[in-house]
Structure formats: structure tokens, C-alpha cells
């Protein structure tokens, strides 16, 4: 029994809009990086669904590469988070204000 396109694309459409409510509604940083790598992976759901359907293995080498970039994209993210929060004491959004120093 093979699960048809229209079910990953639907499941990758909702992990996108779980992921971009995080983004807009949240306030700690560590939920918004989190929302961002939620929005990534639904990317690269889609991107491994295209690939599977189409009988193409490109799509799966450039999610190969996106998660690699995923990855250090988030080590630097929480680098600069836990150094704002060293500096700040919170991870607020709403309370970092880098540029009144």
C-alpha cells in the first residue's frame, strides 16, 4: 500500500503553518528558531515527496544538503541566542534591544 503525494504535501503544509504561527505569535527566541527548522523540514518533506513521485533523486540530494545547512545554521542561531541571553538575562524578543547601547 504506497500513501499517495496529496498526503505528504497536506503534511507538509501544516508543519509549514505550525511553523509559521511560531514564528509570528512566539516571543522566546529558542521557540522561533525551533519554528524556523519546523518550516525547513516541511520544505524538505516536499521536496522528498516531488522526488519520490517524479522518480528523480535530485530533489533528495538537495535536502541532503539544505539539512546540512539547517544544522549550522542552527549552532549559530543558539550561539548568538546564549550570547544575548549571557549579555541580556531573556530570550524575549520583545525585551533584546541590541541597538540602545
Known sequence: MEV???W???LSAVLFTIG???????RNAIVILMSVELMLNAVNLTLV??????GDPTGQMLV???????????AVGLAIVIAIFRSRVTVDVTEIDLFKH
Open 4 to 6: 499517495a503525494l496529496n
Open 8 to 10: 505528504y504535501l497536506a
Open 49 to 54: 515527496s516531488f522526488s519520490q513521485f517524479m
Open 20 to 26: 509559521t504561527l511560531g514564528v509570528l505569535f512566539r
Open 64 to 74: 541532503f544538503f539544505s539539512i546540512a545547512v539547517a544544522a549550522a545554521e542552527a
